[in-house]
């Protein structure tokens, strides 16, 4: 802010330039990245409008954790197919295959095969 400038007169200059600010009553951010999340708890959330776009100030309390890799279900018809199909009828091994590529049928097919 500027020096010796209360807070409404900056609101008002901020509105003549076509600068709209609107305080967000949120409980918590959580900015999702590929390896963690950034979360936010008590945050003071502002909502920036200026010249047709939107942008958000955030500040409060941030703490970080790593994103959870989302768990791949893998059903018996998924082992059958791939015990099928690679030629190794041993479920636990084709159900290993099919984890390790992370529920992609025909890469667990693939990885069977290059093993046998």
Same mark, same amino acid.
């Given at each position: +802010?500027?020096?010796n400038?209360?807070?409404?007169?900056?609101?008002?200059?901020?509105?003549?330039? /076509?600068?709209?600010?609107?305080?967000?009553? @949120?409980? &918590?951010? =959580?900015?999702?990245? !590929?390896?963690?999340?950034?979360?936010?708890?008590?945050? *003071?959330?502002?909502?920036?409008? $200026?010249? #047709?776009?939107?942008?958000?100030?955030?500040? /409060?309390?941030?703490?970080e954790? @790593?994103?959870? *890799? $989302?768990? =791949?279900?893998?059903?018996?018809?998924?082992?059958?197919?791939?015990?099928? *199909?690679? /030629? =190794?009828?041993? !479920?636990? &091994? @084709?159900?290993?295959a099919?984890?390790?590529?992370? #529920?992609?049928? $025909?890469?667990?097919? +693939?990885?069977?095969?290059? #093993?046998?």
């Amino acid at each position: +802010m500027l020096p010796n400038m209360d807070p409404k007169q900056m609101k008002s200059i901020m509105e003549k330039m /076509g600068i709209k600010s609107t305080d967000v009553d @949120a409980l &918590r951010v =959580v900015i999702e990245c !590929p390896d963690r999340h950034i979360i936010i708890s008590d945050p *003071q959330v502002t909502r920036i409008d $200026a010249q #047709g776009m939107v942008t958000f100030s955030v500040a /409060g309390n941030v703490s970080e954790q @790593a994103a959870e *890799q $989302a768990k =791949v279900e893998i059903t018996d018809d998924d082992v059958k197919l791939v015990m099928e *199909q690679s /030629g =190794v009828y041993d !479920p636990s &091994r @084709a159900k290993a295959a099919l984890e390790e590529s992370k #529920g992609d049928i $025909a890469s667990a097919i +693939m990885r069977l095969k290059e #093993g046998s």
